[in-house]
Structure formats: structure tokens, C-alpha cells
């Protein structure tokens, strides 16, 4: 199961792309409400969460998504449910962790970003991964790093939600999705 936390302020590209993308590859996606049912993102699109954060149960295999936006951000790092599932995937071996525009510095702030991992996050915000040991790979759209894979932002949703279904369906499935897509073509 893939969970994407949703917090008030997440921005709603990278949340929704992301969702679709792996939903179009078959993988179980559950939107996960940090404070409520209606969660409002950062242009003011509200959307419905499948359960609470609270809820949420992880097991081996599975995957924590961080959409950016800085409010979204905020409550993620506000959020005790939250951030106990952000830290279990960055702790556990067999779970995934994603994150994507300015959601990668909240692992940098919260010293869960490996060092020497290359990542990548909104630009501008860069130096926040630097502190923390990773090296910022600023040239890429997405960036997998062992069970890691951080995003550059809402303009980069499709390469990043196309990067989880490869790490969790395999390249064949998300070359599938991506054609079927048409994307880049």
C-alpha cells in the first residue's frame, strides 16, 4: 500500500498526479487526511482522504509519500501520527519513503535523509538537503536512492509518480503507464 499523506496546504498536483500514476500501474494507493476527511491544498482544491492518517498501518513493502507545499509541509511535520509513519518508513528497511518539492527538506529538518544520498527538492531550498549530509542533484526531475526517492516539484509529478511505480511494479509496468500516457511523446 502506498500512503500519501495529505495536510492542509499539500499541493495538489504533486498529491494527485502522484496518486493516478500509481493507480494507472495497479499499485493500492490510500490518501491518507492529516486533521480531517476534507483536506484543502495550497490553490484551494479540497479533496476527499480515503482515512484518517491515524489509520494508517504500514507493512513491509510498502511506501509514505510526502507531497510538497508548505502548509501541506507544516501539518506532515505537526502531525505526531504522521511524523511516526514518516520515521518508521525512513527507519524501516523494507518500506519506502518518497517526497517530493519542499517535502524533502522536512526529512532534512528531521535528520532522516541518509548521508551522501543524492536527492533533490523544490529549487531554491537545496542547501537544507546539503546541511543534512545528502548531496542535492538538482539536474534530475526524481532521484532514487535506495528505498529513498525524493521529487524537484509540481512540474516534475509525472516523473516522480512514473519513479514510484517503477520502484514498486518494476520498469516494465511504468514504461507501460508512461506510453499509455503519452507522456514525453
Not at 3 to 18: K, P, Q, R, S
Not at 91 to 116: K, Q, S, Y
Not at 153 to 175: I, K, M, Q, S, Y
Request: proline share 6%; hydrophobic share 50%; glycine share 14%.
Amino acid at each position: 500500500m502506498v500512503y500519501i499523506l495529505l495536510g492542509e496546504g499539500f499541493e495538489e498536483a504533486e498529491a494527485l498526479v502522484t496518486a493516478d500514476v500509481l493507480r494507472r500501474g495497479a499499485v493500492p494507493v490510500t490518501l491518507a487526511g492529516i486533521g480531517g476527511e476534507l483536506v484543502t491544498g495550497s490553490h484551494n482544491i479540497t479533496v476527499r482522504a480515503d482515512r484518517p492518517v491515524e489509520e494508517a498501518v504500514l507493512e513491509q513493502g510498502d511506501m509514505v509519500v510526502l507531497p510538497g507545499g508548505m502548509g501541506g509541509v507544516s501539518s506532515i511535520e505537526h502531525s505526531a501520527a504522521a511524523m511516526a509513519l514518516v520515521r518508521r518508513a525512513a527507519e524501516d528497511p523494507g518500506i519506502w519513503l518518497a517526497a517530493i518539492c519542499a517535502a524533502p527538506t522536512l526529512l532534512a529538518r528531521a535528520g532522516l535523509l541518509p548521508a551522501g544520498a543524492p536527492c533533490v527538492c523544490y529549487p531554491g531550498m537545496e542547501g537544507e538537503l546539503a546541511r543534512a549530509g545528502a548531496v542535492p542533484a538538482m539536474d534530475q526531475p526524481a532521484v532514487a536512492c535506495g528505498r529513498l526517492i525524493t521529487g524537484k516539484g509540481p512540474g516534475t509529478a509525472f516523473d516522480f509518480g512514473l519513479a514510484l511505480v517503477e520502484a514498486l511494479a518494476g520498469a516494465e509496468t511504468a514504461a507501460e503507464v508512461c506510453a499509455a500516457l503519452h507522456y514525453g511523446v
